[in-house]
Nanobody
């Protein structure tokens, strides 16, 4: 299984960015995909997740600003980020939890830098 993320970059505060992550390989139909981020000197944290059934969850800090979605036919997850703040600056990693909860294996993408600065 491989994950290929794209869409990071430099954006001004209040701006928007859209991240994409395509998974390839042996993808189990029941899975969860998500985005994590890690800022310098901080631990990696969950930003948002979405199950293959469409159930979503978000970190409190991004609720109302970020939207996660997925295209199951393409095994691709998206993160639409709006009203970006400097504190959203981090390396964003996509994650695939492949399989049902009781037998799930985690895979990580390579990370994409998001910088929010004027």
């Amino acid at each position: 299984v491989q994950l290929q993320a794209s869409g990071g970059g430099l954006v001004q505060p209040g701006g928007s960015l859209r991240l994409s992550c395509a998974a390839s390989g042996s993808i189990v139909s029941i899975n969860v995909m998500g985005w994590y981020r890690q800022a310098p000197g901080k631990q990696r944290e969950l930003v948002a997740g979405i199950t293959s059934g469409g159930t979503t969850n978000y970190a409190e800090s991004v609720k109302g600003r970020f939207t996660i979605s997925r295209d199951n036919a393409k095994n691709t997850v998206y993160l639409q980020m709006s009203s970006l703040k400097p504190e959203d600056t981090a390396v964003y990693y996509c994650n695939l939890g492949n399989g049902p909860t009781y037998n799930r294996r985690a895979y990580w993408g390579q990370g994409t830098q998001v910088t929010v600065s004027s």
